[in-house]
C-alpha cells in the first residue's frame, strides 16, 4: 500500500511522484552498471498509477462509476484515481490475490470483488458487470492512452541519464513493454522484455505470430503471471519484436532478496523480475536500466520469500 504522504487525495497537484533511478550495489556480473528505476515509490506502489491517473481525470464528470479487472496494482491505480475524483469503484480480481493488495483497494473505498478464475475471467466478468450498469470499464493494457501514459517514466529515465544501452521491462500483459518500444526510438535503445518461465506468453505470442493463452500457474510474481498478452501491446510487439527473457521463481526471488539487501527495496515478484532478467544476460561491459515496476506485497509473505535458503 501508498504511504499516506503519496495519496492523490491529500496531493492533487503531484500525484503522480518523480520516482528515484538508483545505481545498483551489488554484483553487476557483466555490466558496467546496472540502474534501478524504483516505481514502488509510486503512488499506489506502482507504475501503474502513471497511465490510470491521467486517463481517469480526462473522462467527463458524468462517469458516475469505474470498473476494472486486475491482478491489484491497476485496480489500485483505478481506485485511488476513482478516489480522487469523488467516484466509487468496483475492482475485479482473482481469488489468489494477495491480501495487502485487496487491503489496498479497499482503503481507497473501492468495492472488490474476488473471482473464481484467472485475471480473463475477471476481465470478462468486469466488462460484463459494467455494461449491465452503465459503468465505465478502464482498461489495464488495451487502451492506447494507457500505453501512452506509460511514457512518463521513460521520459524520466532519460532525463535522468543520458547515456544508456538496455532496458529491462517485466511483462504481463505487455502495456509497459509496448509502451517502452514506442518511446526509445530514437535514438534506439535495446528494450528487452522479462517474462516469468511459467506464463510465456508475449515469448510465445510473438513466436506463433498470433496470441497464445498459456495455461494458469500460481507464480510469485503473480502481476506478470497472466494467461495471455494484450492484442494492442501485441501488435506494437510484433511490429518492433523485442529482445525476450524468461526467469524461474527462484530467480525471481533471489532479485527480491537482493533489492532488499541492497538498496531496502520491498519489490513484489513482478516488481523483481526486471533485475531477475538482467542478471540472466550478458551485458558485455554496457549500461542497463531495469524497471522495478511495483511493491505492492503482504509483509509477511515477503519477509518468508527472502528469508528461505538459496537453492
Same mark, same amino acid.
Given at each position: 500500500?501508498?504511504?499516506?504522504?503519496?495519496?492523490?487525495?491529500?496531493?492533487?497537484? *503531484?500525484? +503522480?511522484?518523480?520516482?528515484?533511478? &538508483?545505481?545498483?550495489?551489488?554484483?553487476?556480473?557483466?555490466?558496467?552498471?546496472?540502474?534501478?528505476?524504483?516505481?514502488?515509490?509510486?503512488?499506489?506502489?506502482? %507504475?501503474?498509477?502513471?497511465?490510470? %491517473?491521467?486517463?481517469?481525470?480526462?473522462?467527463?464528470?458524468?462517469?458516475? &462509476?469505474?470498473?476494472?479487472?486486475?491482478?491489484?496494482?491497476?485496480?489500485?491505480?483505478? #481506485? /485511488?484515481?476513482?478516489?480522487?475524483?469523488?467516484?466509487?469503484?468496483?475492482?475485479?480480481?482473482?481469488?489468489?490475490?494477495?491480501? /495487502?493488495?485487496?487491503?489496498?483497494?479497499?482503503?481507497?473505498?473501492?468495492?472488490?470483488?474476488?473471482?473464481?478464475?484467472?485475471? &480473463?475471467?475477471? +476481465?470478462?466478468? /468486469?466488462?460484463?458487470?459494467?455494461?449491465?450498469?452503465?459503468?465505465?470499464?478502464?482498461?489495464?493494457?488495451?487502451?492506447?492512452?494507457?500505453?501512452?501514459?506509460?511514457?512518463?517514466?521513460?521520459?524520466?529515465?532519460?532525463?535522468?541519464?543520458?547515456?544508456?544501452?538496455?532496458? %529491462?521491462?517485466?511483462?504481463?500483459?505487455?502495456?509497459?513493454?509496448?509502451?517502452?518500444?514506442?518511446?526509445?526510438?530514437?535514438?534506439? *535503445?535495446?528494450?528487452? $522484455?522479462?517474462?516469468?518461465?511459467?506464463?510465456?506468453?508475449?515469448?510465445?505470442? &510473438?513466436?506463433?505470430?498470433?496470441?497464445?493463452? +498459456?495455461?494458469?500457474?500460481?507464480?510469485?510474481?503473480?502481476?506478470?503471471?497472466?494467461?495471455?498478452?494484450?492484442?494492442?501491446?501485441?501488435?506494437?510487439?510484433?511490429?518492433?519484436?523485442?529482445?525476450?527473457?524468461?526467469?524461474?521463481?527462484?530467480?525471481?526471488?533471489?532479485?527480491?532478496?537482493?533489492?532488499?539487501?541492497?538498496?531496502?527495496? *520491498?519489490?513484489?515478484?513482478?516488481? #523483481?523480475?526486471?533485475?531477475?532478467?538482467?542478471?540472466?544476460?550478458?551485458?558485455?561491459? *554496457?549500461?542497463?536500466?531495469?524497471?522495478?515496476? $511495483?511493491?505492492?506485497?503482504?509483509?509477511?509473505? %515477503?519477509?518468508?520469500?527472502?528469508?528461505?535458503?538459496?537453492?
Amino acid at each position: 500500500m501508498a504511504s499516506s504522504s503519496n495519496n492523490p487525495c491529500q496531493f492533487a497537484d *503531484r500525484a +503522480v511522484v518523480r520516482t528515484p533511478l &538508483l545505481e545498483y550495489a551489488g554484483d553487476k556480473l557483466e555490466w558496467s552498471r546496472i540502474y534501478l528505476k524504483d516505481e514502488t515509490k509510486q503512488t499506489t506502489g506502482s %507504475f501503474k498509477f502513471r497511465s490510470v %491517473f491521467r486517463r481517469l481525470n480526462s473522462l467527463p464528470a458524468r462517469d458516475a &462509476l469505474f470498473v476494472a479487472a486486475s491482478t491489484g496494482n491497476h485496480g489500485l491505480a483505478v #481506485a /485511488a484515481s476513482a478516489d480522487f475524483k469523488g467516484v466509487p469503484s468496483r475492482i475485479y480480481v482473482p481469488e489468489r490475490t494477495p491480501q /495487502a493488495k485487496i487491503k489496498a483497494l479497499s482503503s481507497f473505498n473501492a468495492t472488490v470483488i474476488e473471482v473464481n478464475g484467472d485475471y &480473463l475471467d475477471c +476481465v470478462m466478468t /468486469a466488462k460484463r458487470w459494467a455494461e449491465e450498469n452503465g459503468a465505465h470499464y478502464v482498461e489495464s493494457f488495451e487502451d492506447p492512452d494507457i500505453i501512452d501514459g506509460h511514457r512518463s517514466l521513460c521520459r524520466e529515465i532519460d532525463e535522468a541519464l543520458a547515456e544508456f544501452d538496455a532496458c %529491462f521491462v517485466p511483462v504481463g500483459g505487455g502495456g509497459l513493454l509496448a509502451s517502452a518500444l514506442g518511446h526509445w526510438l530514437d535514438p534506439p *535503445r535495446t528494450v528487452i $522484455g522479462v517474462e516469468a518461465a511459467c506464463t510465456a506468453a508475449m515469448t510465445q505470442s &510473438l513466436a506463433a505470430g498470433t496470441l497464445v493463452r +498459456v495455461p494458469p500457474y500460481r507464480s510469485i510474481a503473480e502481476g506478470i503471471s497472466l494467461p495471455s498478452v494484450g492484442w494492442l501491446p501485441f501488435s506494437i510487439c510484433e511490429r518492433a519484436m523485442p529482445q525476450m527473457t524468461q526467469v524461474n521463481e527462484e530467480q525471481i526471488r533471489r532479485a527480491m532478496k537482493l533489492l532488499w539487501g541492497y538498496h531496502s527495496i *520491498r519489490a513484489e515478484g513482478a516488481g #523483481a523480475a526486471s533485475l531477475a532478467g538482467a542478471l540472466q544476460v550478458a551485458g558485455r561491459g *554496457r549500461c542497463c536500466i531495469c524497471l522495478i515496476s $511495483g511493491g505492492n506485497i503482504d509483509p509477511e509473505e %515477503f519477509q518468508r520469500l527472502i528469508s528461505l535458503e538459496q537453492i
